[in-house]
């Protein structure tokens, strides 16, 4: 039915190609090919449009009927790779294992692709498989995942960093036409101990490949790099996209196709040093790419790339360019070395120190690292007073601000 391609995917090298700007479809001719990034989905041409994720149930010979998952990737001039995930894609049913190469090219509006038992037409919104011997055995739907921590507004005690209005916070921080920031930029501030949110964008570059695809980084405390590629339909390696560079890979790929917006939340726990400047404990982290946890509460060991030497100094986190417009928004962070805000809780008379923000003393462990910015509850004795009936019900805020519940708990702030 199909023509056959080799279905092999060649490993793809490492080229250091600098791609200093976006360019549109008409002067990517004009250009090195594989310097051409595009930032606009209306610019990026007909192959852009039959790249992707399905997935959908197929039949099978041999066992059930079984769920599948596709990623389709553009590798420019109408020549495509794809990978068939067993169970679904990843993050959402694959079974870790498994995995078929296909390759192909379009024809007109669809993609023929084959790798064995496979051939599967794709076209816009959905794909076709096929057994090698012609027989259709099922149809997947195109879908457009989107990270579940897109947009999240920054909580309570988080600082907001980025969110499109000015670059105030950043050393030589620049901003797109968009209203995004730019790679090349630092915070001016530096943190230990924190959460950061980051959303990221891709520029689609379907003629480069590995180190030259995409390529950005979030360096925390300027030491350890979280990679940011396009990595999408990839292995998933040290050295791309969620990976601690060249240091551990993600436990899963969950690259989304470039010109998606994506997130980065991590959990991070500075190194520890003594008084002479040993390092007593390695620094820690968890990340979550585009919602799934790809780092579980890891130890990382030493510094990575270019990285600056450990130390017990707070140093900032940089926003890497590496020649390819990746973009960023939705910026903030959560500092848990914060001083606490503490006040008093008193019910039924008895009184309770509550504190909110910052390191409230509890202790962190797996990827909950939420006990440094939580609330923790200890008897305040008599500092509360004892006339309730003058004070009414609510509490005092950080402007010392009461705010009035008329009935249920008093608050007032812990001197």
């Known amino acids: ?18 791609s200093p700007f976006s360019v549109s479809a008409q002067d990517a001719k004009k250009t090195d090919k594989k310097k051409t990034a595009y930032t606009s989905i209306k610019d990026a041409g007909p192959d852009f449009a039959l790249q992707g994720e399905f997935t959908g149930m197929i039949q099978s010979a041999l066992i059930a009927d079984q769920q599948i998952g596709l990623r389709v990737i553009s590798l420019g001039d109408g ?22 190469a296909l390759s192909g090219e379009r024809n007109g509006s669809s993609v023929q692709l084959a790798g ?17 011997n012609g027989r259709s055995v099922g149809e997947l739907k195109q879908v457009y995942r989107e990270s579940n921590s897109l ?65 950005s980084g979030v360096y925390l405390n300027s030491r350890y790099e979280i990679q940011i590629l396009d990595s999408y339909g990839l292995e998933g390696a040290d050295n791309e996209c969620g990976a601690l560079y060249r240091l551990r890979k993600p436990d899963v790929n969950m690259c989304f196709p470039p010109l998606s917006w994506q997130s980065y939340d991590i959990e991070f726990r500075a190194a520890k040093f003594d008084e002479a400047g040993n390092k007593t404990n390695n620094a ?125 708990n008093y608050y007032r702030r812990y001197k």
């Open 151 to 215: 947009g999240a507004a920054a909580p309570k005690c988080a600082e907001v960093l980025f969110d499109g209005t000015d670059t105030k916070k950043f050393k030589n921080g620049r901003m797109d036409e968009e209203g995004n920031l730019m790679v090349g930029t630092q915070l001016l501030n530096s943190y230990k101990n924190y959460k950061l949110h980051v959303e990221f964008r891709l520029p689609y570059m379907p003629y480069a490949s590995g180190q030259a695809r995409a390529n």
């Open 284 to 408: 820690r982290i968890c990340v979550w790419h585009n919602g799934v946890l790809i780092h579980d509460n890891v130890e990382i060991e030493r510094k990575t790339g270019g990285g600056a030497q450990e130390g017990p100094d707070a140093l900032p986190i940089k926003f890497q360019n590496h020649g390819n417009p990746v973009a960023f928004r939705n910026i903030w962070i959560l500092d848990h070395d914060q001083p606490p805000t503490c006040y008093c809780c008193c019910h039924k008379r008895k009184c309770y120190q509550v504190c909110e923000c910052g390191d409230t003393g509890a202790d962190s462990t797996g990827c909950g690292m939420d006990g440094n910015s939580g609330e923790t509850g200890s008897s305040c004795g008599d500092d509360c007073g004892s006339d309730f009936s003058r004070r009414g019900y609510g509490y005092y805020d950080n402007h010392s601000v009461f705010h009035d519940f008329n009935k249920g």
């Open 116 to 132: 064995y038992p496979y051939e599967i037409s794709v076209n816009k919104g959905f794909a076709t498989v096929y057994f090698s």
């Open 79 to 100: 020549r495509f790779s794809a990978i068939e995930y067993p169970g679904g894609l990843p993050g959402e049913g694959w079974v870790g294992y498994g995995e078929i």
């Open 1 to 18: 039915m199909f023509s056959r391609f080799s279905y092999c995917l060649a490993t793809l090298t490492a080229l250091m190609v600098v």
